[in-house]
C-alpha cells in the first residue's frame, strides 16, 4: 500500500487595502486572484471577481445583496460557472 498523498501546500492571500468594501485578495504569483467591489452608486450590492489568468479577463463569481430595512441580513448569489469547449 503506498504511502498517503501528501496534502497540496497551503496559500498565504494578501488583502491589498484596509477596505473589504473594494480591495484585492491574492498571493504572490497571483494565481489566485480576487476582487471585492462595492460601487458607490449601489452601495448595498458587492461583487467579487476572479481573475481566470489563461483568459486574461475577470469572470464574476458571487454578489452580496444587502436588501434594505432588513437589519444585518445579506444575501449571496453564486455565479454559475460556465464550461470551456
Do not use: C, Q
Request: aromatic share 8%; glycine share 4%; no cysteine.
Amino acid at each position: 500500500m503506498p504511502p498517503p498523498r501528501k496534502p497540496e501546500p497551503m496559500h498565504r492571500m494578501v488583502f491589498t487595502t484596509n477596505s473589504l468594501r473594494n480591495t484585492t485578495i491574492s498571493v504572490d504569483d497571483d494565481a489566485l486572484y480576487y476582487e471585492i467591489v462595492t460601487r458607490f452608486w449601489h452601495p448595498k450590492l458587492t461583487k467579487i471577481f476572479k481573475l481566470d489568468k489563461e483568459a486574461r479577463e475577470m469572470s464574476l463569481i458571487a454578489e452580496i445583496e444587502r436588501p434594505s430595512g432588513k437589519g444585518e441580513e445579506a444575501r449571496l448569489v453564486l455565479a454559475a460557472s460556465t464550461a470551456r469547449g
